[in-house]
Each structure stands twice: as C-alpha cells, then as structure tokens.
C-alpha cells in the first residue's frame, strides 16, 4: 500500500509564513508528478501548485510570487513554502501524487490524497 502523509499545518498571522510537507511511503516504484491543492470552506477544491520528476513547477495565479513547491525524490517528499500569506488563504489543504506502485511484480499506477492538513490565517 502506499500513503501520502502530511504533518504540518496550524495558524500564521496574515503577512506570515508557514512550511508544509509531504511524505509518500509504501511500494513504490516511481513518483511522477506532485502537487498540492486546496478547498476553503464553501468553496471547490483547487489547484496550488504542481512539479514534475524533474522539478518543473506550476502555480495558480494567486500563488504566484507567494508560493513555492519543491520536492526530494530521493526521499520522496514535496513541500509548499508559503509566504506573505493571506486571510483567503485559510483552506485545508491536501498533497497529491501521482505514483507507480509495485507488489508481487505488478505494477500499478494511480492517483494518491495525503488526508489533508488545516492552514488558518488570521489575526
């Protein structure tokens, strides 16, 4: 089996920084691309950020210039630094993964959800 799992979280004050990451474990054979998303209260889920095996990144709009996402394939992790954050930023946010898997031989490719992580912003 495998799971993303990410500690982290909490509340910053707006202007704040926080650091959250990812670990993914388990029978892996590969990770390709990683990323985080975020679903506010009320609202869809959304994208935040995303980076590929070879570091290439993509950000949302609104995250661009605040946001960093990186990872270590060796160790099999991604992070979201955040900075300059904002009220609207608040959202529980959830790391994904795209992973091949391996067990008895056979491999299997699918989508995986850390269970999400609470980020509260407020004065």
């Known amino acids: 089996q495998v799971h993303l799992v990410e500690p982290g979280g909490g509340l910053v004050q707006p202007g704040g920084s926080l650091r959250l990451s990812c670990a993914a474990s388990g029978s892996i054979f590969n990770i390709n691309n990683m990323g985080w998303y975020r679903q506010a209260p009320g609202k869809q889920r959304e994208l935040v950020a995303t980076?590929?095996?070879?570091?290439?990144?993509n950000y949302a709009d609104s995250m661009k210039g605040r946001f960093t996402i990186s990872r270590d394939n060796a160790r099999n992790t991604v992070a979201l630094q955040m900075d300059s954050l904002k009220p609207e930023d608040t959202a529980v946010y959830y790391c994904?993964?795209?992973?091949?898997?391996?067990?008895?031989?056979?491999?299997?490719?699918?989508?995986?959800w850390g269970q999400g992580t609470q980020v509260a912003v407020s004065s």
């Open positions: 980076i590929t095996r070879a570091g290439y990144t």
């Open positions: 994904n993964a795209d992973i091949v898997s391996v067990d008895s031989g056979l491999y299997a490719r699918r989508e995986y």
